[in-house]
């Protein structure tokens, strides 16, 4: 799912480290590759599945053991951090810095789940439901300082940057609405009051939160 604005200082990473390399992990769909190509960008993909909705990744891999070596000049995971978080949040994935080449830089951008406005809730809601039924495939939404607080006990030397922004993509608010109530759902029941909630206050995508990592040996 794509992010707008991006950062700036991402922006900046894919005009300066770009040319070096740049490798999307757990590319899904490719909505995220479509929006690197409008900034000139064409990244590596990788994702565990295969071909989805007519789209191909470049690497069919698992995102925590990746088959590259130090290659990449931005690796970014969007998305991605809260579906690998139970595995990873000890740590950190370690993985994903091996990938790096030289000066090379990792890029963390994950939705917030938020409680105002109603848009951004029925997000927040809509995730929660969606790893409840996907157990093992997705989470829900990753909160930046439950971030923040695990990646302080990271023994990653370098650099971490953190912020937040808007995220003005616009969600697709009637396929969501056409996936709850294909499913005839209970009347009174969460899957009907979300529902009600997102025909009655719209959906949104709220607010997102991103992080940068750079060894320390180039930061």
Same mark, same amino acid.
């Given at each position: ?6 950062? @700036? ?14 490798? #999307? ?15 000139? !960008? ?16 470049? !690497?069919?891999?698992?995102?925590? =053991? ?9 690796? &970014?995971?969007? $998305? ?7 595995? &990873? ?18 890029? &963390? ?5 938020? #409680?105002?406005?109603?848009? =951004?809730? $029925? ?8 790893? %409840?039924?996907?157990?093992?495939? %997705?989470? +829900? ?22 912020? +937040?922004?808007? $995220? ?8 969501? &609405? ?32 991103? @992080? ?7 930061a």
């Amino acid at each position: 799912m794509p992010f707008c604005p991006l950062p @700036a200082t991402f922006s900046d990473d894919l005009a300066t480290r770009g040319p070096t390399g740049v490798l #999307e992990l757990g590319a899904g769909e490719g909505a995220f590759a479509r929006v690197l190509a409008g900034h000139g !960008v064409e990244a590596w993909t990788l994702d565990r599945r295969g071909p989805r909705l007519g789209v191909r990744p470049d !690497v069919v891999a698992d995102a925590l =053991a990746p088959p590259f070596g130090p290659t990449f000049g931005v690796v &970014v995971a969007a $998305n991605l951090l809260r579906q690998v978080w139970e595995d &990873v949040a000890a740590t950190g994935p370690v993985a994903w810095r091996s990938l790096l080449a030289p000066g090379g830089v990792i890029w &963390v951008l994950e939705d917030e789940p938020a #409680e105002a406005p109603p848009a =951004a809730r $029925n997000y927040r809601d809509y995730q929660r439901l969606l790893a %409840r039924l996907q157990p093992g495939s %997705r989470g +829900a939404l990753l909160a930046a300082e439950r971030f923040e607080a695990a990646r302080r006990r990271w023994d990653w030397p370098g650099r971490w940057e953190q912020g +937040a922004s808007e $995220n003005r993509w616009p969600a697709d608010r009637d396929a969501v &609405v056409e996936l709850l109530a294909s499913g005839d759902p209970e009347p009174g029941g969460e899957v009907a009051g979300l529902l009600a909630s997102i025909r009655r206050s719209g959906l949104s995508y709220g607010r997102y939160w991103w @992080a940068r990592w750079q060894a320390e040996d180039e930061a």
